[in-house]
């Protein structure tokens, strides 16, 4: 694993890498603020705009895949952060009315979205706001889910199969569909066609390394060892396997992938071979010769087109992966479906950067060289009202006490960070403690220079600017969960008559704490994660349900149990099996599983508000 960079920090770099990928193509333009990448003008025949993206870090994908013939609009986040819903609704807004003026009618959208968390929480309300905000847009969405290293693990999990790069397939599929003018209900039925027959594995020889990240945790594998069913994100795979060669390797793959496909008619296939970014292309050149004979060997076909290159990084990663598209299984779907010819498509022409695949198939008859004959082996929460009697208490001064207990919060996090960076280094993509320091830093400077206006005019308006200010600094899954939570706190308290400017009542506590119970109940109209899944919360149901304690209480002393409550609850974390988030996909031993990075993360807010709370008194 290389871990010397060019530059020494991701700080920037995801926006200057856009810049860069504008100035190689004159026909994008990029809106700076939501990191979305454009065409300036479509053709007039085009009534679909597709879009995708997801985290940075996978470069070209899926700047380098915005282009005729491609995608319309892409959205980034943070390196293997998903970006925010804010950001997508942008790029969702772009995509439908660039280039068009007032009276003209917007093209709809379809997203493509690969099934990760994060990505399907900030994609799936991005769209419910663009839902309501265009109404005259229609929206619709297909998730790429070919993973197939995941499957073993299903009836225990709950996430499902990851997106791989068979991601790029789609992209170019139903960019093409929606280039020939295809209605938004026949490209979204092709692209569930396509998905539905979509299946891919990756390995990789060593992990990648972040700029700037600290290298304690990063090397996990031995120097003979590699991983098979490897993710897009520097989560560790599957299984480590012992290195014995390409022959070994591409074997586990290709019989992986056959194992899975046994029902399909393999005489229409397409293979997808994709770089992760660290392997040389020669080698990748020999791989493409390997699997093709290694289907050969066992009385394949061989696939009617194929591809390689470096669609869908990982960084530097030295891995791969390997895709098979049944195109027959496609044409057998609908009849709509059936209609669509799959090589033209692939084969249309793109002005799309990185699209890396030869015309000549159109022309020439395919012609591999000889094999060899042996072959190795909300929501706006409805609101809870409950009847609750405190213990009257003295008045305080609000702006103080608010100020030290968000600023307490905010230092807290930052305490934390490295230990949240370890925890998902261990167990996710290792992005959770740069998450939450951006939240805490951006909510911290807006604190010092005074745009986050403590004094009021209410706790409803003072939740809804915080949540303002992490939905642009918070991408991946805990971006998308606060920003649910918070929006939910917002609008539960909007319905109470908190006047907060001058003093913190009984009352106004009481409303806060209900509308924190009600915003851990609009969670779960987004999650299906509950106590014992090892996620958020495992901290936030203890927490919500001490606050929920009826009768005569003193709310300090109450809001500091609640939070000796999540503590419990994240400490419950460590060891426990995943069944949602990344932590999903691993197959670590129960005893070397931390703390939840989320729950953690989650324990440190709270008790950071706590401290602050202290301090004031
Ligand atoms: N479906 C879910 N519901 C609630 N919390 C979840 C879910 N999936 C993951 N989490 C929480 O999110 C945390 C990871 O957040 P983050 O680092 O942003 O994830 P990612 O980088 O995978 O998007 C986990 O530690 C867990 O607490
Ligand atoms: O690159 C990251 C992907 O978009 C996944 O996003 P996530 O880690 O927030 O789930």
Same mark, same amino acid.
């Given at each position: 694993?290389?871990v010397?960079?060019?530059?020494?920090?991701?700080?920037g770099?995801?926006?200057?890498?856009?810049?860069?990928?504008?100035?190689?193509?004159?026909?994008?333009?990029?809106d700076?603020?939501?990191?979305s990448?454009?065409?300036?003008?479509?053709?007039?025949?085009?009534?679909?705009?597709?879009?995708?993206?997801g985290?940075?870090?996978?470069?070209?994908a899926?700047?380098?895949?915005?282009?005729?013939g491609?995608?319309?609009?892409?959205?980034?986040?943070?390196?293997?952060?998903?970006?925010?819903?804010?950001?997508?609704?942008?790029a969702?807004?772009?995509?439908?009315?660039?280039?068009?003026?007032s009276?003209s009618?917007p093209?709809?959208v379809l997203?493509?979205i690969?099934?990760?968390t994060g990505?399907?929480?900030?994609?799936?309300l991005?769209?419910?706001?663009?839902?309501?905000?265009?109404?005259?847009?229609?929206i619709?969405?297909?998730?790429?889910?070919?993973d197939?290293?995941?499957?073993?693990?299903a009836?225990?999990?709950?996430?499902?199969?990851?997106?791989?790069?068979?991601?790029i397939?789609?992209?170019k599929?139903?960019?093409?569909?929606?280039?020939?003018?295809?209605a938004?209900?026949?490209?979204?039925a092709?692209?569930?066609?396509?998905?539905?027959?979509?299946?891919?594995?990756?390995?990789?020889?060593?992990?990648?390394?972040?700029?700037?990240?600290p290298?304690?945790?990063?090397?996990?594998l031995a120097?003979?060892?590699?991983e098979?069913?490897?993710?897009?994100?520097?989560?560790?795979?599957?299984a480590?396997?012992?290195?014995?060669?390409?022959?070994?390797?591409?074997?586990v793959m290709v019989v992986?992938l056959?194992?899975?496909?046994?029902?399909?008619q393999?005489?229409?296939?397409v293979?997808?071979?994709?770089?992760?970014?660290?392997?040389?292309?020669?080698?990748?050149g020999?791989?493409?010769y390997?699997?093709?004979?290694?289907?050969?060997?066992?009385?394949?076909?061989?696939?009617?087109?194929?591809?390689?290159s470096?669609?869908?990084?990982?960084?530097?990663?030295?891995?791969?992966s390997?895709?098979?598209?049944?195109?027959a299984?496609?044409?057998k779907? /609908?009849?709509?479906?059936?209609?669509t010819?799959?090589?033209?498509?692939?084969d249309?022409?793109?002005t799309?950067l990185?699209?890396?695949?030869?015309? /000549?198939?159109?022309?020439?008859?395919?012609?591999?060289?000889?094999?060899?004959?042996e072959?190795?082996?909300?929501?706006?929460?409805?609101?809870?009202?409950?009847?609750?009697?405190?213990?009257?208490?003295?008045?305080?001064?609000?702006?103080?006490?608010?100020k030290?207990?968000?600023?307490?919060?905010?230092?807290?996090?930052?305490?934390?960070?490295?230990?949240?960076t370890?925890?998902?280094t261990?167990?996710?993509?290792?992005?959770?403690?740069?998450t939450?320091?951006?939240?805490?830093?951006?909510?911290?400077?807006?604190?010092?220079d005074?745009?986050?206006?403590?004094?009021?005019?209410?706790?409803?308006l003072?939740?809804r600017?915080?949540?303002?200010?992490?939905?642009?600094?918070?991408g991946?899954?805990?971006?998308?969960?606060?920003?649910i939570?918070l929006?939910a706190?917002?609008?539960a308290a909007?319905?109470?008559?908190?006047?907060?400017?001058q003093?913190?009542?009984?009352?106004?506590?009481?409303i806060?704490?209900?509308?924190?119970?009600?915003?851990?109940?609009?969670?779960e109209?987004y999650?299906?994660?509950?106590?014992?899944?090892?996620?958020?919360?495992?901290?936030?149901?203890?927490?919500?349900?001490?606050?929920g304690?009826q009768?005569?209480?003193?709310?300090q002393?109450?809001?500091?149990?609640?939070?000796q409550?999540?503590?419990?609850?994240?400490?419950?974390t460590?060891?426990?099996?995943?069944?949602?988030?990344r932590?999903?996909?691993?197959?670590?031993?129960q005893e070397?599983?931390p703390?939840?990075?989320?729950?953690?993360?989650?324990c440190a807010?709270?008790?950071?508000?706590?401290?602050?709370?202290?301090?004031?008194?």
């Amino acid at each position: 694993m290389s871990v010397k960079h060019l530059y020494d920090s991701i700080d920037g770099l995801v926006l200057k890498s856009l810049q860069g990928t504008v100035s190689l193509n004159p026909s994008l333009s990029l809106d700076a603020a939501s990191k979305s990448l454009y065409l300036r003008t479509n053709s007039p025949h085009k009534r679909v705009a597709v879009i995708s993206g997801g985290g940075a870090g996978h470069e070209p994908a899926h700047a380098g895949y915005v282009g005729a013939g491609m995608l319309t609009a892409c959205v980034a986040g943070d390196v293997f952060a998903s970006p925010s819903a804010k950001q997508i609704l942008t790029a969702i807004k772009l995509a439908a009315f660039s280039g068009l003026d007032s009276t003209s009618t917007p093209r709809d959208v379809l997203v493509i979205i690969n099934n990760y968390t994060g990505d399907r929480l900030n994609f799936g309300l991005a769209i419910e706001k663009a839902r309501s905000k265009y109404p005259n847009v229609n929206i619709n969405s297909v998730v790429v889910a070919d993973d197939i290293s995941l499957l073993s693990q299903a009836p225990s999990t709950l996430v499902g199969p990851r997106g791989l790069a068979g991601n790029i397939l789609v992209c170019k599929l139903l960019g093409a569909l929606a280039e020939m003018g295809a209605a938004l209900d026949t490209v979204k039925a092709f692209g569930d066609s396509v998905v539905d027959n979509l299946r891919s594995v990756g390995v990789g020889l060593d992990p990648c390394h972040i700029p700037g990240r600290p290298l304690e945790g990063s090397a996990r594998l031995a120097v003979g060892e590699y991983e098979l069913g490897l993710g897009l994100h520097n989560e560790a795979g599957v299984a480590k396997r012992k290195l014995q060669g390409a022959d070994e390797i591409l074997e586990v793959m290709v019989v992986g992938l056959l194992d899975v496909v046994q029902d399909w008619q393999m005489d229409e296939t397409v293979l997808f071979v994709n770089n992760l970014g660290g392997m040389s292309q020669l080698e990748m050149g020999a791989a493409v010769y390997d699997i093709v004979a290694l289907l050969e060997a066992r009385g394949l076909p061989r696939p009617k087109r194929i591809y390689c290159s470096s669609y869908m990084t990982s960084l530097n990663a030295p891995g791969f992966s390997v895709s098979l598209l049944n195109v027959a299984g496609i044409h057998k779907n /609908a009849e709509m479906v059936a209609k669509t010819d799959c090589y033209a498509l692939l084969d249309a022409s793109t002005t799309a950067l990185a699209w890396v695949g030869t015309s /000549a198939w159109q022309h020439e008859k395919f012609n591999l060289p000889d094999t060899p004959n042996e072959t190795p082996a909300a929501s706006g929460a409805s609101f809870i009202r409950q009847r609750r009697d405190t213990v009257s208490q003295p008045r305080r001064e609000l702006p103080s006490i608010t100020k030290n207990a968000i600023r307490g919060a905010c230092v807290r996090v930052l305490e934390v960070r490295h230990e949240l960076t370890q925890y998902d280094t261990l167990v996710g993509d290792g992005d959770c403690g740069d998450t939450f320091a951006a939240g805490a830093n951006a909510v911290l400077k807006a604190l010092e220079d005074g745009t986050l206006d403590v004094k009021g005019p209410s706790l409803a308006l003072l939740v809804r600017h915080i949540a303002d200010i992490l939905e642009d600094v918070m991408g991946g899954t805990i971006g998308a969960l606060f920003g649910i939570f918070l929006n939910a706190l917002s609008s539960a308290a909007a319905d109470e008559d908190t006047d907060l400017s001058q003093t913190l009542s009984p009352e106004s506590i009481s409303i806060l704490f209900r509308g924190i119970q009600a915003a851990i109940t609009s969670l779960e109209l987004y999650t299906p994660a509950r106590v014992g899944d090892r996620t958020i919360m495992d901290a936030l149901y203890p927490f919500g349900s001490v606050l929920g304690v009826q009768g005569n209480v003193d709310s300090q002393p109450l809001f500091a149990e609640a939070v000796q409550a999540a503590r419990r609850g994240a400490e419950g974390t460590r060891g426990m099996q995943a069944r949602l988030g990344r932590a999903a996909y691993l197959n670590v031993r129960q005893e070397d599983m931390p703390p939840d990075p989320g729950a953690w993360g989650v324990c440190a807010v709270l008790e950071g508000l706590v401290r602050g709370l202290e301090e004031t008194k």
